[in-house]
């Protein structure tokens, strides 16, 4: 029997350049967003100290982290690269896939871009294209309940998928790549329970493995074949059951990269379509002044199943970054006082707000509906201390391709994260880098644009 590796690895090595011209806007777009939130996760919980971990494990120079521009062997680069991108919980995500899809797929990519040069921008672009439909690929086709981190999981194929793209691999060390990468995954959904920072270190863990896996291959290691459905195969060990055959000969048929949320909040994804209730609630269309959250007598949350699994945690007054970020109830009394949700929402004298801590906890979640993967939708109904309600449902969350940030808010998102650094880009640099990305098929380096993302000394 062949097993649907097969065909992922046709797709990776068989995608045609001209076939994939449809997808380059949102490969532009995403790219730039990408980096913007692994620039600004230079700023995030114990970013400096794991560059300084993986600095003293060993010796290289041969990739550079993101900002600040320490020099790290390449697996070392790229695990940093892809924490900082999620440890703010600001990156893209593909929904239906329940998976940040870029947040290995670029790191990994322009880590080997930078060590083996000879990348050009057009082919970094496809190499994104490619790794994020098969990350996409393998969310989309599980039919269960997260059990293993999944964005973790599938990105670690992604990125194996982009690199081998890179290195032009044949579609034999292809399968072969993803064997090795299979055996080396990591990361279960406890960390994400426990709003532990080990999350974003599972990104970072999957993307060193991604790239041991390639370098493994290049050097003629293999692995078993039957990976996804053997009977010690993905969808039997890491996902509980899937269904991933007819996904799997219809890819290139289009491109899942067009298909991925920007996230226009630093917060978990699961948290977005309550923002935007709470959002349209606190200024309803009509009135002439924000509702007082001082005045709101109770709220309640409908969602579906994964919501409340990943969001809705209890708030608390001591909670760490990570487990705030993932607290709806939290977020949600963010919105409402304070008309949006900003990086310093997250700290321990903005959890101890009384005023915040009060509102969260008026709150209650009610869960409808049995999809164990479904993001939306979801209604939230506040009742006013007059005995008067509003309510607002929603479907299409903000940043989803039916209802998209527009490109104004996905610029000042980037470079409100440059700014926001643990070494702040320039102006001039941010521009630089934003011009570089919006002709990246012109681009004749890929390692340019991480040249653009480390803070030049003054």
């Not at 690929?137 to 599938?154: D, I, M, W, Y």
């Not at 990468?181 to 970072?204: I, K």
Request: glycine content about 10%; charged content about 20%.
């Amino acid at each position: 029997m062949t097993d649907a590796i097969e065909a992922l690895a046709a797709h990776v090595t068989g995608a045609r350049s001209a076939d994939m011209a449809p997808a380059m806007p949102a490969a532009r777009a995403f790219i730039l967003d990408t980096l913007g939130v692994g620039i600004v996760g230079s700023n995030g919980p114990k970013a400096r100290d794991l560059v300084s971990a993986y600095a003293a494990m060993g010796a290289g120079t041969d990739a550079r982290v993101w900002s600040t521009g320490e020099h790290l062997p390449t697996a070392m680069a790229a695990a940093c690269n892809s924490y900082q991108v999620h440890c703010q919980e600001y990156d893209c995500v593909h929904e239906e896939a329940v998976a940040h899809v870029m947040t290995i797929v670029l790191p990994t990519a322009l880590a080997i871009a930078e060590r083996d040069g000879g990348v050009t921008g057009q082919s970094l672009a496809e190499a994104a294209i490619i790794g994020t439909d098969i990350a996409a690929t393998l969310g989309v086709a599980a039919k269960s309940g997260l059990r293993f981190f999944r964005p973790a999981t599938v990105g670690a194929f992604g990125g194996v998928a982009a690199m081998g793209r890179l290195l032009e691999l044949s579609q034999d060390e292809m399968v072969q790549a993803f064997s090795l990468v299979y055996g080396q995954l990591c990361g279960t959904m406890q960390a994400h329970t426990e709003g532990s920072g080990l999350l974003a270190m599972q990104m970072g863990f999957n993307a060193r493995n991604a790239v041991t896996a390639i370098d493994l291959t290049r050097a003629g290691f293999t692995g078993p074949v039957n990976i996804l459905e053997g009977d010690f195969g993905y969808f039997r060990l890491i996902e509980d059951g899937g269904t991933i055959g007819d996904l799997a000969t219809r890819l290139g048929e289009s491109w899942r990269i067009a298909e991925i949320a920007h996230k226009p909040f630093p917060s978990g994804r699961a948290t977005h379509g309550i923002i935007d209730a709470c959002l349209a609630l606190r200024a309803p269309e009509g009135r002439d002044n924000p509702v007082d959250p001082a005045r709101i007598a109770h709220i309640r949350m409908t969602v579906p199943p994964l919501i409340n699994h990943l969001v809705g945690r209890e708030p608390r007054e001591e909670m760490a970054i990570n487990y705030a970020r993932l607290c709806a109830r939290y977020v949600a009394s963010c919105a409402l006082i304070g008309g949006t949700i900003a990086l310093d929402d997250f700290n321990d004298a903005a959890y101890r707000r009384a005023g915040h801590q009060a509102l969260a906890n008026r709150m209650a979640i009610k869960v409808v509906g049995d999809d164990p993967n479904a993001l939306a939708p979801i209604s939230v109904d506040i009742v006013m201390d007059d005995g008067s309600e509003l309510s607002k449902s929603v479907s299409d969350v903000y940043g989803t391709p039916a209802n998209p940030m527009s490109r104004n808010a996905q610029l000042a998102k980037f470079r409100g994260n440059c700014a926001g650094a643990a070494a702040p880009l320039s102006a001039n640099q941010v521009e630089a880098l934003i011009a570089a990305v919006e002709t990246i098929e012109l681009l004749p380096d890929a390692g340019r644009l991480v040249d653009l993302s480390i803070a030049q000394e003054a």
